[in-house]
């Protein structure tokens, strides 16, 4: 082969090619979709400690003198 054939054979296949940043916005989609519905899972357990605060409360009373003072545990 000469460095004409190679040249013209290189520039024939550099055509057949689409647009590719359009072939991979799907791509970029689909990550959207996934990291959108991550952020919701995420927000939705805001606040999930506070909603039973009553009965936190109560426990920590009704159990108050369970806990042993032992020292630091270093």
């Not at 004409?4 to 647009?19: M, P, R, V």
């Not at 996934?34 to 605060?53: C, D, K, M, P, Q």
């Not at 009553?54 to 032992?70: I, R, S």
Request: no cysteine.
């Amino acid at each position: 082969m000469t460095l004409a054939t190679i040249l013209y054979l290189a520039a024939e296949e550099s055509e057949h090619h689409g647009n590719v940043a359009l072939e991979t916005v799907g791509f970029g989609i689909v990550a959207l979709i996934v990291f959108a519905s991550l952020g919701i899972v995420t927000l939705s357990y805001r606040n999930v400690a506070n909603r039973h605060a009553h009965k936190a409360e109560a426990y920590a009373k009704a159990h108050e003198n369970d806990v042993q003072q032992v020292g630091h545990g270093h």
